[in-house]
């Protein structure tokens, strides 16, 4: 039997004028990757019948399995519904376990009075199976065609997911064969994609054609993926770990770590496996470092907080860096953040601290100190490490490669 | 003569496997809008060479402008330039130019020795005109069919932005006609979805067809935008414009700004036109309120800083919320954020300062304060306003959530 492979339609204007950036079809699928779903195809169409019709018929062309998000809102601007219908040759009902949900909904959560359109939000065609949404008042439908699925949910990702999670992947397996698929990543730092691939060519010329090697760079880190597929699960396993072994032993000296995990955390399970802490003092990020640090659940056990001391008065008055030093090498210095370091290490008693000082343009460079130049120190009991960096990026890829290059300077200095 | 529509192909099986979340589509589309290039589709597909070629033949159909982006790395993975060299008929040939380019990155940037995979970067079709590329080793391509332009491009954001800012988007309109579009938007608060959809319903009627209206839903926030299109642009601006005018007179009990704007540059906007300052003290966005405030260029002239007290410890002994406090009402409580929220603004002497505290989850809930509470303060001279929120999203969301509702009260404020 062949791979039945899915597509995912995602439906609105404000996706090709780039008003909004689409993170649900990346999360959908990561979902049905893991179920043994390979996605064929990612479409966005606005919301003109046509053009819709037209993916609906081009994507059940290359796969068994079509998800389609958005146009469901109870608004004019959605067109999908009555859309679907005529396309699966059904009519509009009320369904009543729907209704009776969206009435509950308004009755007892946000207790307002419904108005007709959100009624028609509990209409759906008869030709379809109702998919409960308990987030929202826009159900999903579930259609099937010349034996392909169609599965139509909400835009709004956390009631997309819900309906995702609940009922459409728990169900996909029971109607599909599925594939095994299998992931294994390492994040490298300090090597670039091209010395990269010098490095392991060796490993990746013994690759089985079942395996594939993919290289994805991003904020000054390299991430190496190899993805192998195919009907024997153990086979699969086994040959994976064996080449991901080989591989992790020949990139060693780069390697910060041998899963798909962000620099922040890696950072998280050193400081839990240590039983350590951490404080940030951050001038040019703006908290982007505490903040990516805090995305972790369960950061309280080891951040205890961070002073934004954005303006050099803060500098001065609560990390205590002189006025004079402020004065004369100024705030983007060596000087200024191992003081801004070691304060805030102080200050809140912590075991590490990270301190950034910069500028991150657009404006305020200067021949001496042009955009992108930042200092950064890591501290410990005894120790400062600083260093400088030369970013030449945009303002918002100068903030994150400043935050990730503190963090992975945090993650060796844990690790030294 | 008819609309020349683009269509954006990324490549790349990390689009496929949700590994990584496309942003440059996003960006393209809105850059080509603003030129009078509609995009019609956007499509993700993997490093699959019947999967592009397919995917070439598909979007020709419906575009004039194929814009191809990803799958020009060093490395292996990437197949797209031999597989455009065939679809174009044309064989690999080297760019002298652009080997110089590499050269010189080598030499005089990363003062590296090159690799036999870096020299290949300058080979390119012999049937494609060369894009320069600044940022980066790998060119852009261009190639002409059947009077279609296919635009290749790399997949590194800021390399993709330079080379489509500085190289494509000036060169585009000399070569099709483009369409006048304008987009007005409103961004709305503290209304649903559909209620404004029920409030603005005779406005709504009374647009002509060439005017469209859409409602964009976002962390408690909904933007109503109206687009028009057409050959006549100063028709369609007058009309436009008067239209516009009767939507924001009709939603004005609920407009927080009559651009498309995010709230943290509704807030720096307000702040510079008053000449004022904020400051905050967060504990569960951990930062996040702060990192929104300096996205912005040019913050420093109305942000002083911020205290991230993510410990209790932090926030009695830099905030000086008294323990009695932190024992009595705890952390998350009106008491706290509005001792949090003085503090701050007099440590930091600014003229506001915002201030919040709560369980972001997914742990560390009680049947007292369940996730997703939250106090949120803003405080002024003479006055501090406090609210209390339950949202019931994922972490993520919530930090969202509350950083959202934190600006949109400092915006209510410097206004009232």
């Known amino acids: 039997m062949d791979t039945n492979f899915a597509s995912i339609i995602t439906i609105g204007d404000e996706l090709l004028i780039g008003q909004v950036i689409d993170t649900n079809s990346a999360w959908m699928a990561q979902e049905l990757n893991k179920i043994g779903i390979p996605v064929k195809h990612r479409i966005a169409v606005g919301d003109t019948w046509d053009d819709i019709w037209n993916a609906l018929d081009e994507e059940s062309k290359h796969a068994s399995i079509i998800l389609i998000t958005g146009g469901l809102g109870p608004t004019s601007d959605d067109i999908t519904k009555p859309l679907l219908c005529k396309y699966f040759g059904g009519k509009l009902i009320t369904d ?79 109607k599909f064969k599925t594939t095994n698929i299998a992931h294994r990543t390492l994040l490298t730092a300090g090597i670039g994609e091209s010395f990269l691939a010098d490095l392991v060519k060796n490993e990746e010329a013994a690759l089985p054609p079942f395996i594939k090697l993919a290289y994805l760079p991003n904020s000054g880190m390299v991430r190496l993926r190899l993805t192998a597929s195919g009907d024997d699960k153990e086979q699969l396993t086994t040959a994976l770990n064996s080449h991901f072994a080989s591989f992790k032993e020949r990139v060693r000296e780069y390697l910060v770590i041998d899963e798909d995990l962000p620099i922040e955390a890696v950072v998280a399970k050193l400081l839990k496996q240590t039983k350590t802490t951490v404080s940030t003092a ?79 343009g657009p404006d305020g460079g200067t021949s001496e100190k042009p955009v992108g130049m930042v200092w950064i120190a890591v501290a410990k009991k005894g120790a400062t490490i600083t260093k400088r960096f030369d970013f030449r990026h945009s303002r918002e890829r100068n903030i994150q490669l400043t935050a990730i290059n503190a963090l992975n300077m945090l993650r060796i200095t844990i690790c030294g």
Chains 1, 2 share one sequence.
């Open 96 to 174: 009543e376990k729907t209704l009776a949900h969206v009435q509950n909904i308004f009755i007892n959560i946000l207790k307002r009075p419904m108005l007709d359109v959100n009624i028609k939000q509990a209409e759906v065609p008869d030709v379809c199976t109702v998919l409960r949404n308990d987030k929202g008042t826009a159900p999903g439908m579930l259609f099937e065609k010349n034996g392909k699925l169609f599965i139509s949910l909400p835009g709004v990702p956390h009631e997309m997911k819900w309906i995702m999670s609940n009922v459409v992947l728990p169900m996909l397996p029971t």
């Open 282 to 360: 951050e001038s040019c990020t703006g908290g982007y470092i505490a903040h990516l640090i805090t995305t972790m659940p369960g950061a309280s056990t080891y951040f205890k907080g961070s002073v934004v001391s954005y303006d050099n008065s803060i500098k001065n008055k609560v990390l205590h860096v002189p006025k004079n030093t402020l004065e004369t090498v100024g705030a983007v210095s060596e000087e200024t953040v191992r003081i801004m370091a070691e304060s805030v290490r102080e200050i809140m008693e912590t075991d590490y601290s990270i301190a950034v000082s910069g500028i991150m």
